[in-house]
């Protein structure tokens, strides 16, 4: 079975505070993602990565960075957290096809104060 | 508009009832993808398809490329598919639909 993790389900952050939320994944897949989830707006792409040290741009990357050093661990980071990141943070994983299917983590919900 | 909408946004129904979801797109895919996430936020694929029809259990999902369109159908409902059901497609990545919030009463 294909397992994403994610280093927290919850977390509470102060306005200001470098915050990292981490990713790992143990199939191999080259592609690996960051969303956001927020009430009526759906699931929205931040970040993706679709080999070591690639990064690319999602629909909001705004007061986000991402790295990924290795092929399993996929890191979001908010440089100075405000309040309108609290979400929840939802990270996956892919094979390269377009026929692959995406495997999710289990979810990080962020509130920031 | 969004290129992924699905109807209805909210669904209540007793348990017994046949279920269906619709899911519309305006954009041109390799694949559909029907997810299932329950409270507390882990998201679940269910089917993945690129024509036809697919079936698990009680559930089964057909997409139309023709009409852009696919509906996922649970049979004999029960509380415990109570979820949201969330449609999304592939493109150069995955576009999501804003899901469809599924209670089933027992």
């Known amino acids: 079975d294909v397992k994403v993790t994610q280093s927290s389900r919850y977390l509470v952050k102060r306005t200001g505070e470098k915050v990292f939320l981490e990713c790992v994944q143990d199939?191999?897949?080259?592609?690996m993602f960051w969303y956001r989830q927020d009430p009526g707006l759906g699931l929205r792409l931040i970040y993706f990565?679709?080999?070591?040290?690639?990064?690319e741009k999602g629909d909001i990357p705004e007061g986000y960075s991402v790295s990924r050093e290795k092929k399993e661990r996929f890191s979001l980071i908010l440089e100075s957290a405000s309040t309108n990141q609290t979400s929840m943070y939802l990270c996956a994983s892919s094979g390269t096809s377009p026929y692959n299917e995406q495997f999710f983590g289990p979810g990080t919900r962020l509130t920031v104060l | 508009k969004n290129e992924v909408e699905q109807s209805p946004q909210n669904l209540t129904a007793q348990e017994g009832e046949f279920i269906t979801i619709n899911c519309s797109y305006s954009v041109g895919i390799s694949a559909l993808h029907w997810l299932q996430q329950h409270p507390g936020g882990g998201i679940v694929s269910l089917f993945m398809l690129s024509s036809g029809k697919k079936k698990h259990g009680r559930l089964i999902a057909t997409i139309n490329i023709q009409e852009k369109h696919s509906s996922l159908h649970i049979t004999a409902s029960h509380p415990r598919d109570s979820a949201v059901y969330i449609c999304?497609?592939?493109?150069?990545?995955?576009?999501f639909g804003q899901g469809t919030r599924l209670t089933i009463n027992p």
């Open positions: 990565s679709y080999d070591v040290k690639m990064k």
């Open positions: 199939m191999d897949h080259e592609n």
């Open positions: 999304a497609v592939t493109t150069k990545k995955l576009v």
